[in-house]
């Protein structure tokens, strides 16, 4: 069972980016950093329909986050889609 204090200790209000973030293990991550401490999340995401979907999900969930949202693609020297 995780420590959620010391996570929420640890992330106290940082900013974390989330590549890949509307995949399912990405979007879950988005979740519980919202839920457990997170003060900005950045959402990195190659799929316009699935970073809109999670942003929005993120927005409606969790209000006091701030969520900023970038369509581009992580890998090296890939062409975004």
């Given at each position: ?15 974390v ?18 839920r ?5 999340i ?6 316009e ?22 369509l581009?693609?992580a ?7």
């Amino acid at each position: 069972m995780p420590d959620w204090n010391l996570i929420r200790g640890w992330l106290g209000g940082r900013t974390v980016m989330v590549t890949g973030a509307g995949g399912s293990i990405g979007s879950e991550l988005c979740r519980q950093c919202a839920r457990h401490g997170a003060g900005r999340i950045i959402l990195l995401e190659i799929s316009e329909l699935l970073l809109l979907t999670i942003e929005g999900e993120l927005r409606r969930s969790f209000p006091d986050v701030e969520i900023e949202a970038v369509l581009a693609c992580a890998g090296a020297g890939a062409p975004a889609a």
